[in-house]
């Protein structure tokens, strides 16, 4: 599922008026882990999400257009289980084609989570081989969940602007 707000640019804003007008804003806070709190006022220009019932994990994509002309890309990784944590990676940057940018170069595999009960001195090479192949496999799943999102995204994004 994919929203796309109307996008205008600061350039078309001010050749059609004399005084530029602000677009209008909310008070937004990103939380985010290991950084403080990403705040801002602007407004979401496109959100995409990737859940589906069946699947443990989803992603959704945010982007939003601060009053400075600046934009905020927010990917958020929401898990079914309430034992997985959930998490948000945002960041700010000073074009739309950054912001873009930052979205399709996004590396899901850092977001597979890999089991701790691992004892790699007491496992036998099968094992650890196993092991080996499940977390590829996961890191897969994992990206491909995620491209396909992006996908979605950039083509509602591109027909939008």
């Not at 796309?4 to 937004?28: F, G, K």
């Not at 996961?138 to 591109?158: A, C, S």
Request: proline share 4%.
């Amino acid at each position: 599922m994919t929203m796309i707000a109307e996008l205008t640019t600061y350039e078309a804003q001010e050749q059609a008026q004399a005084t530029p007008v602000r677009p209008s804003a909310d008070l937004h806070c990103i939380k985010r882990k290991g950084a403080r709190p990403l705040r801002f006022d602007g407004t979401e220009l496109a959100m995409s999400m990737s859940f589906v019932p069946e699947f443990p994990y989803w992603y959704e994509i945010n982007m939003y257009r601060t009053t400075d002309y600046r934009y905020v890309v927010a990917i958020r990784l929401f898990h079914q289980s309430s034992e997985s944590v959930d998490t948000v990676v945002a960041s700010e940057h000073d074009s739309v084609d950054a912001a873009v940018q930052f979205i399709m170069t996004y590396d899901a595999a850092q977001d597979v989570q890999v089991p701790l009960h691992l004892d790699t001195m007491a496992e036998n090479p099968a094992s650890l081989a196993a092991a080996s192949l499940d977390i590829m496999s996961r890191i897969h799943e994992m990206r491909m969940h995620y491209r396909n999102l992006v996908g979605e995204f950039l083509y509602e994004f591109e027909a939008a602007t």
